[in-house]
C-alpha cells in the first residue's frame, strides 16, 4: 500500500468547488414499499415525488438537514435505472454534490481527465441542473454534480 503524501496537495489554498452533499441517490425495486420504510425511519414524509419520465425514473425525495436522500424507481425497465436495477441489487445509486458554478465545473473536470455522461448540463428533479460522472473515473462512485437550474 502507498503511503499519502501530505504535502504534495495541489489545492491546499482553493476555496472548494463542492459546497455540499446535495442529496444520496438510492435505487428501489418497490417505491412505493421504500417510501414507506424511509417514511417511517425518518419519522418524516417526503416534502416531494417527481417523475422525470425522459430518463424514466420516478423520484421521492426527503429532507435530511442540509440535504436529501432520493429514492429512484424505474418508470420503464429499459430506463438507466431500471437497467441498473435489472444487473445489481437497490441500494446506494449516486452521491449528489452542489457546485455553484456547473459548466464550469464541467469545463474542469474533462481538462482533468474525469468522464462526463454529458456534455451538457441535464434538467435533473427538484429543479437542478445535473451531470453525472462515470463510477469508473471516481473509484467507483456514480457522482453526480447540479446546481440549481435558472
Ligand atoms: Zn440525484
Sequence with gaps: MNAV???AFKFKNSPPMIKKIEHIGIAVNDLEAATKTYETLF??????TETVEREGVKTVFFECG????????ATRD?????KYLSKQREGIHHIAF?????????????????????????????D???VFLHPKGNHGVLIELCEDRA
Design 66 to 73: 442540509e440535504s436529501k436522500i432520493e429514492l429512484l424507481g
Design 5 to 7: 503524501n501530505f504535502s
Design 78 to 82: 429499459d430506463s438507466p435505472i431500471g
Design 43 to 48: 419519522k418524516a414524509s417526503p416534502y416531494k
Design 98 to 126: 452542489f457546485v455553484d458554478d456547473l459548466a464550469a465545473e464541467m469545463t474542469r473536470l474533462q481538462q482533468e481527465g474525469f468522464q462526463l455522461l454529458s456534455e451538457s448540463p441535464k434538467p435533473g428533479a427538484d
Design 128 to 130: 437542478k441542473s445535473i
